[in-house]
């Protein structure tokens, strides 16, 4: 590294220390930005809003009437350098009647972000709207700076990332998770030599994440007056398709435990897990339970290893249900695939230095669930853009919620952000 690339690299630093507010603010301006997981266009306005303000070229990306993909960019100035995308994601949960009725817990998007002191709490900062407020002020930093970037820096803010589906009445493009936006923003021509998908890992970098289907089985039985009830001796008999149900939830519990522990291995980053489970049922009508169910319905989310067949798994499910009831009816309505990055040794290399330089020491190993989960480095590495996630702590989180930022950790996210970018577009 030069003298002049150890100035600018200082004077940047130096603008990111001095923006330290603003980066909590904009962490709580976003957080507190109403916009659930399939009507995101509030927050996209709002990041599009603060580029404008901070003299950022950004533009919208609209999908449908509300939800849009927000593209800024800073332009490089060599043609054929290396360029980098930075992508973070603007929806965080569902909201509304489904949230409120079907799940009984506190909505994200309603409680928002708060401060206490140097820590920022909310769960719509941490997943993801505080990395996206991380590389949002980096970027401020490095056009405040001056920084003479060869290849394009492209800051990316995408609708669609967390887990959803269409399935049953709840259509259409509203519905779509899991990757939505990033594909749409990478078939729509915003491409670079590598991606960073800023995400909280604990300091941790993956370019391993798995797929996930998503499957809904059907059991079917017969609509009877209580008094009137009769209870057939073989359980497929059963005129009950709630009974038949819950059965099946728990063989299928089983069956998770099992598949979990028969796919988990050692890959070159640690160990990668997939897991799977019941995640939602309907039968029957609440305010009717005089008349048993003639149908019942599970929705199972099963995680799957990077190259795994999709197809065979489904598969595996079926022959699990159908042990308890031969009618029973698997469909899947979802199915993404998980990557292993390659060609990720570049930018890699550029975090890890930057990481040492700033924070010290060697990055740590990633957490299982940072191998094991969906995040749209799949997108980008199934393109063949070489991509990884990484990103700062976020406390203790493992009831939704109720980790936390640490300002000091969000301020050298930001700076390791611009070495990297600094690095590669170098």
Known sequence: MTGADTAMRDAVFEL????RELLADTCLELGNTYAPCGHEQPVADAVSAWYERHGIAARQQQILADRSNVVATLAGSRPGARSLI??????????????????ESSDPNLVGAWR???????HTVLNDRGCMSVFMVMAKALKGAGAQLGGDVILTSVVGETGMAPVDEYQGLSYEGKGFG?????????RADYALVAETTAWSKSWIECGAVYLRITLRGRNMYTPRLIREPDLPDHPNAIVKGAVVATVLEAWGIDYEERNSYMSELGEVRPKAQVGAIRGGVPYRPNRSSPVCKLYMDVRT?????QDAVVDEVRAVARSVDP???VDCYMAKAGRVGTGVEPLSEAVEQAYGEIVGGATPPPQVA?????????IFNAVGIPSL??????????????GHFELDDLVAAAKVYAAVAMDICA
Do not use: Y
């Not at 930075?86 to 799940?103: C, K, Q, V, W, Y």
């Not at 002191?117 to 909310?122: E, H, N, P, Q, S």
């Not at 990033?182 to 915003?190: E, I």
């Not at 290893?305 to 067949?309: M, R």
């Open 305 to 309: 290893l990077p190259g795994a067949d």
């Open 182 to 190: 990033t594909r749409h923003l990478v078939d729509h021509g915003v």
């Open 370 to 378: 940072h191998t094991s989960m969906w995040r749209d480095t799949n």
């Open 86 to 103: 930075f992508n973070a994601h603007l929806d965080t949960e569902i909201s509304g009647p489904d949230h409120a009725n079907l799940m």
């Open 16 to 19: 990111i220390d001095a923006d």
């Open 327 to 329: 009618a029973v009816e």
């Open 389 to 402: 996630t990484f990103g700062p702590p976020r406390g203790s989180a493992a009831v939704q919620g109720t």
């Open 116 to 122: 206490e002191g140097d820590r920022i709490f909310g």
